[in-house]
């Protein structure tokens, strides 16, 4: 504790100034008049003085004992004097002025020592103090090491009840977006429903162990279960909504959240087939009125025109309408399989169309068939009345291929099971029935055309040059109808033409011959055999162009090589007639071996050596180079096949008469048989009548 030593600021102001004189300037008089002026009535000198009474208020213990040594200050021996006002006890008043005097002298060493006692009184009590927190913060250290661990537990426990909460409850967002009817299905009423087939998923997990299932797992698939169905119904009731709504819209688009409502319901299969029931029925009307309104009212403001308008014209009639029908499919088929998530199919354009046999791959076919099934009756209708109408055999093959072609096409897109592949093969029969009937009729007709008798030409008539034109037209269509699809395999494309072919040809020839024949039979001088030759080798050239008429082509070769080989034998003949060697070689012929050619009359070798006059004298004529009755044969190379097979044939008798003859001289039943074949060329030498004739690269 500090004392307040009075402070000598304050000065008697009622003091009268002294006169400055060298004696008020000394030192102790200065310090005298500063002490005479000081006052004690201030509060910090009062207090100071009575924090010094209390000090000092106890008697000192050696007056009461005189043996006590006086300077013996000991602590706690200093007592405060009385305080103001109490008289000293008799005998004290002495001992008083000492201990005042010692006390002004000791001041500072006894507050030192009373501020020693009080420290070590303080840390006396702050030890006793330290000891009783010590044991206190211990143990409420223990004790909030435990809380804390209690408070760690609960913590853990908080969190696996919120982190299980979590996992296997809906917070209130979540059961919102799926019960909600204000709240479309977007983003996030899917993943809610994902989040409640995962707690089911889970849930089945943990109810799945060895206690079996607990109240806690059946309440939450109850309660999931309901979610769950209502989030179904929800969904089912959104698309049935949606449906409806772009049924009837021409431009068709698929959201992310229909795609996903799809997917979710693919799961409800009952439900997912009654919403697309009302997605068909809405296609199915949506495409049939566009389908009427192309036909008859055309686009947005008449452009394009309406098809009905170009039914004067079957081939742009037909198809008009078969490419309209294909480009709804393919429209139609885009949006199913992006409604389905199938884009990721790769197809080449005129590919087949495969389906993996998916459920979405089922769904998407059957949908594209009833969504088009309407379209079939009018369709089918329209055609077979186009079909029907046309007199044309040309128009009505045209018609017929194209409608193979599209019906080819329907069945790669979506299937030949389908009710639209089904119509255009059932039209395209139709069709080719009555392409097969018309030009069955043509041939028929082609035999009710007989040759004009006053005609002396052999070139194909009119009719054939027709039927064969017409037939060159059809070829050309199928030809390029192969192109369009590719490189077909010749045999099946030779198959898919062999009707037509016998239907067209078949009849050509047979009218060809017949006609020949009956008017051979009136003018017998009439070549009916050139005649015949050039209507199949022009029949030849009409298929000779086209790779897949190869067999056809090939049974006509085979009926002109017989007909070569008849007329060569005819030509043969004639020429042993001009050459006048006729008689001599059929006799040759047709003698008997025992009987000598001297003793025939055609051989015998005065007839013979006249005979062989002629033939010389015909070798110097140009008939030897070329026939003028085959010069009307169109093929110059035909025509000098035949030639030069008679004169290869007309080598070989003259041969074997030379051989007769001078065998027979040898054994002397022939007279002068050298002198009869060396008179006239070629003097009987095989060798120079090839030359003559021209064959002698034969002997090469």
Not at 169 to 194: G, K, Q, Y
Not at 332 to 357: H, K, P
Not at 538 to 545: H, P, R, T, W
């Amino acid at each position: 504790m500090s004392l307040v030593v009075p402070s000598s600021s304050a000065s008697t102001s009622t003091q009268h100034a002294l006169p400055s004189t060298p004696s008020l300037r000394n030192p102790i008089t200065l310090r005298l008049r500063k002490i005479l002026g000081t006052t004690f009535t201030d509060p910090a000198t009062t207090e100071a003085l009575q924090t010094l009474s209390h000090l000092y208020n106890a008697t000192p213990s050696y007056i009461e004992g005189p043996e006590q040594d006086v300077n013996d200050h000991d602590d706690d021996s200093w007592s405060d004097l009385d305080s103001e006002g109490t008289a000293p006890r008799d005998g004290v008043s002495d001992v008083a002025s000492e201990t005042a005097a010692r006390v002004r002298k000791n001041l500072q060493r006894d507050l030192e020592n009373k501020l020693a006692e009080g420290s070590q009184h303080f840390l006396k009590a702050f030890g006793e103090v330290d000891q009783l927190t010590e044991e206190a913060s211990r143990s409420l250290l223990e004790q909030a090491e435990s809380l804390r661990y209690e408070r760690q537990e609960v913590e853990t426990q908080k969190s696996i009840v919120l982190l299980f909460l979590d996992r296997f409850t809906l917070n209130d967002d979540e059961v919102e977006a799926i019960t909600s009817r204000e709240i479309s299905l977007d983003p996030r009423f899917f993943s809610a429903m994902n989040k409640t087939e995962r707690i089911r998923g889970d849930c089945r997990v943990l109810m799945s162990g060895e206690d079996g299932p607990t109240k806690a797992g059946m309440d939450i698939m109850a309660t999931t279960s309901a979610y769950l169905e209502q989030g179904y119904d929800k969904t089912y009731r959104w698309l049935t909504f949606e449906f409806r709504r772009i049924g009837r819209e021409s431009q068709l688009e698929v959201s992310s959240a229909m795609r996903g409502a799809i997917r979710r319901l693919s799961q409800r299969p009952e439900l997912l087939s009654d919403a697309l029931t009302f997605l068909s029925e809405a296609r199915q009307s949506t495409l049939l009125t566009l389908f009427l309104d192309a036909l008859t009212r055309g686009g947005p403001s008449g452009l394009p025109r309406p098809i009905e308008l170009h039914a004067h014209d079957p081939i742009r009639y037909v198809g008009d309408m078969l490419a309209w029908v294909h480009q709804a499919i393919a429209a139609e088929c885009e949006f199913l399989e992006s409604l389905f998530g199938l884009n990721g199919q790769a197809r080449m354009v005129g590919a087949t169309r495969t389906f993996d046999g998916s459920e979405e791959a089922e769904w998407v076919k059957e949908l594209l068939n009833s969504s088009v099934g309407k379209l079939c009756v009018p369709l089918k209708v329209r055609v077979l009345q186009t079909v029907r109408a046309q007199e044309s055999s040309i128009l009505s093959y045209k018609v017929a291929n194209l409608l193979q072609y599209y019906m080819l096409t329907m069945q790669r897109t979506i299937g030949d099971e389908s009710l639209l592949s089904q119509t255009l093969q059932e039209i395209t029969g139709l069709s080719y029935k009555v392409f097969l009937d018309s030009i069955e009729a043509q041939g028929r007709a082609l035999h009710r055309i007989p040759l004009e008798l006053d005609d002396p030409s052999l070139s194909p008539p009119h009719s054939i040059i027709d039927h064969a034109q017409l037939l060159r037209e059809i070829m050309q269509v199928y030809d390029s109808s192969l192109l369009s699809e590719g490189k077909p395999d010749p045999s099946e494309a030779s198959t898919g033409f062999r009707r037509i072919l016998d239907v067209m040809v078949d009849p050509a020839v047979v009218m060809c011959a017949a006609a020949a024949e009956e008017k051979a039979r009136l003018r017998p001088r009439w070549d009916r055999a050139v005649f015949v030759l050039n209507c199949l080798g022009y029949l030849e050239n009409v298929l000779e162009s086209f790779s897949f008429t190869e067999d056809k082509r090939k049974e006509v070769r085979d009926n002109i090589e017989e007909r070569v080989r008849l007329l060569e034998d005819e030509h043969y003949e004639n020429i042993l007639k001009d050459a006048s060697l006729s008689d001599a070689i059929h006799t040759l012929e047709t003698k008997d071996p025992a009987t000598s050619l001297a003793r025939l009359p055609a051989t015998e070798p005065e007839a013979l050596g006249k005979a062989l006059g002629k033939f010389s004298l015909w070798l110097s004529t140009p008939d030897v180079i070329s026939s003028p009755r085959l010069f009307p044969l169109s093929s110059s190379l035909l025509a000098g096949h035949v030639h030069r097979g008679a004169l290869r044939r007309l080598v070989r008798a003259y041969s074997a008469l030379c051989e007769e003859v001078r065998a027979e001289s040898a054994r002397d039943k022939y007279v002068a048989g050298s002198v009869v074949l060396g008179t006239e060329r070629p003097f009987g030498q095989v060798a120079l009548l090839r030359q003559i004739c021209g064959l002698e690269e034969d002997d090469s």
